[in-house]
């Protein structure tokens, strides 16, 4: 079973930075994607950013040369960096893992995903 743990988020006021983390166990063995999603007050999820097995990285245009993601493959962690936060950025953000490749994993599965760490920007 894949259990996706977040952490970091806070209340910071606009301008400021901070690190989101996200710890993985569960097939960790396995190849796959990570991402970044996030959820405003009363609004739908929506995609912030992703990194592929081979490093690439996509990132929404909203974040786009504010946010950076990394993972650290030998710890398991998926981490966001967040700089020049704005208020807009308020938001639940939940980490999700998918597109399992290799044997003995989780290949037919839509993904998992975290229980979400709150960020909160302050103007």
């Known amino acids: 079973q894949v259990q996706l743990v977040e952490s970091g988020g806070g209340s910071v006021q606009a301008g400021g930075s901070l690190r989101l983390s996200c710890v993985i166990s569960?097939?960790?063995?396995?190849?796959?994607?990570m991402k970044w999603y996030r959820q405003a007050p009363g609004g739908e999820i929506d995609f912030v950013s992703k990194i592929n097995p081979d490093g690439r990285t996509t990132y929404a245009d909203s974040v786009k040369g504010r946010f950076t993601i990394l993972r650290d493959n030998d710890k398991d962690t998926l981490y966001l960096q967040m700089n020049a936060l704005k208020p807009e950025d308020t938001a639940m953000y939940y980490c999700?893992?998918?597109?399992?490749?290799?044997?003995?994993?989780?290949?037919?599965?839509?993904?998992?995903w975290g229980r979400g760490t709150q960020v909160t920007v302050s103007s």
């Open positions: 999700k893992t998918d597109g399992y490749v290799g044997s003995s994993c989780p290949v037919q599965s839509p993904g998992y």
């Open positions: 569960g097939y960790t063995y396995c190849t796959y994607n």
